[in-house]
């Protein structure tokens, strides 16, 4: 187990995986939440992955903090998209260190498809320091991935309906919950929950 376990598994397949996350395209991840996210300021992509995201928002204007803290998966980012609208960091929930000593509050933070890799524990202790990061008006979107594990990887079954009461003790209030949506990316059974919630200006 790597010394952050959430991330067990992404090193080796890193490869692979730039291919296929950046495959999916941003549109077609984010399309059905877009409209409820800011148009403008900063974005916070937390376990940013190959930075298919951070490239999407760059486009859109937006500067973009990328935290990532598998190495192998950073690399990849920096190469396919530098943009100098992306700044990359290694840092890891729950405790987000590095982010935190930045002292910015961000008007998207995005959480796709790696808060199933915290355990319940972990949860608890990240949302608070996720919440906090978000700006007066901002918004804080989840993908959470359900259904079989993939060989070697430390996932957890997280319900949308957990996420929200989490997310709404620190002053977030629910505008969007798309329940078990099927998508591009899925293996047999997987199934995403797509939350959005946003913060009062
Ligand atoms: C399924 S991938 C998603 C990547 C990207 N968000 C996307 O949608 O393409 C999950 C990512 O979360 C990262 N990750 C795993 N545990 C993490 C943690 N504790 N803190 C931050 N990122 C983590 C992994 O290294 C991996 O890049």
């Not at 409209?35 to 940013?48: F, K, M, N, R």
């Not at 008006?137 to 990887?153: E, I, N, Q, T």
């Not at 996932?155 to 949308?160: L, P, R």
């Amino acid at each position: 187990m790597p010394a952050i376990p959430g991330t067990a598994g992404y090193a080796a397949e890193a490869d692979e995986l730039a291919v296929r996350y950046e495959s999916y395209g941003f549109e077609g991840t984010h399309g059905p939440i877009l409209a409820h996210l800011p148009e403008t300021g900063s974005v916070l992509d937390i376990g940013a992955g190959t930075g298919r995201d951070a490239a999407g928002f760059a486009a859109r204007g937006h500067e973009v903090l990328a935290v990532e803290p598998t190495a192998e998966m950073r690399a990849h980012g920096q190469r396919l998209h530098p943009d100098p609208r992306i700044t990359w960091l290694d840092d890891s929930l729950p405790h987000l260190e590095r982010v935190l000593a930045r002292k910015q509050r961000f008007a998207i933070v995005m959480l796709t498809a790696v808060w199933m890799h915290l355990d319940a524990e972990e949860r608890r202790i990240a949302m608070p320091h996720v919440a906090g990061l978000v700006a007066p008006g901002g918004a804080l979107a989840f993908s959470l991935r359900h259904g079989p594990v993939p060989p070697g990887r430390r996932m957890f079954d997280v319900s949308a309906e957990e996420t929200s009461r989490l997310a709404a003790e620190y002053g977030l209030q629910e505008v969007v919950r798309l329940e078990n949506r099927s998508g591009q990316q899925q293996g047999a059974g997987v199934t995403w929950s797509r939350l959005v919630m946003r913060a009062s200006e």
